[in-house]
């Protein structure tokens, strides 16, 4: 029961972190605003309510809208960084060529692959399973990240599945599961609600 109910609180906390920005404000917005009038009514019902209460009451809800932006601009500056370092380390860039290759011609990568083209496979799948976990654990912007690279890791993921799904076999179910998540919901993103 327990196992179960801690999967569950993770992929809803998971889900929350990937859903739209519009709907998360909105419901942070509604929580700040229940928080708020709470205060207000308390600081109304313990008796009269003087300007230093209510001053402070606005303070508090300012102060936390500006935490909530700080960080979300935080996000943006960290997955822009993350971008950055990708396209300057010389073994993600000509792992992200060759790539590009295959998804262009679209030659699949199987489990089969020569040791020569693992090279490049591995390192841009682990590079996008890192992203992805960030991204899932709320540490980068999802928008953003799914905006600059998001068709790029969704096109390798699909093209990669033989390889992936040999490595599972021989590694474990968990492995590449956040790029799987992540390329869920650009799919979702892209196609729209079922």
């Excluded at 003087?50 to 402070?56: D, G, H, P, R």
């Excluded at 300057?88 to 790539?99: F, G, I």
């Excluded at 020569?114 to 991204?135: C, G, K, Q, T």
């Amino acid at each position: 029961m327990t196992g179960q109910l801690a999967r569950t609180l993770r992929r809803e906390r998971v889900r929350w972190r990937l859903s739209r920005k519009p709907l998360r404000l909105v419901v942070q917005g509604v929580g700040l605003a229940a928080l708020a009038l709470t205060g207000f009514t308390f600081l109304r019902t313990s008796g009269e309510i003087n300007e230093t209460a209510a001053s402070i009451l606005v303070a508090v809800v300012f102060g936390a809208v500006t935490v909530l932006q700080q960080r979300q601009s935080q996000r943006r500056q960290h997955t822009v960084g993350l971008m950055t370092a990708f396209q300057s380390a010389e073994r993600l860039s000509t792992a992200d060529v060759w790539m590009a290759g295959r998804i262009t011609s679209g030659r699949t990568v199987d489990a089969d692959l020569a040791p020569d083209d693992e090279r490049h496979v591995i390192p841009l799948l682990d590079y996008y399973e890192f992203l992805a976990v960030l991204a899932v654990r709320g540490l980068v912007d999802v928008p953003l990240l799914l905006n600059l690279r998001g068709g790029t890791m969704t096109r390798c993921f699909d093209l990669c599945r033989g390889y992936i799904e040999d490595r599972r076999i021989r590694a474990g179910a968990e492995v590449y599961q956040a790029l799987e998540m992540l390329a869920a919901e650009y799919r979702r993103r892209v196609v729209g609600p079922a």
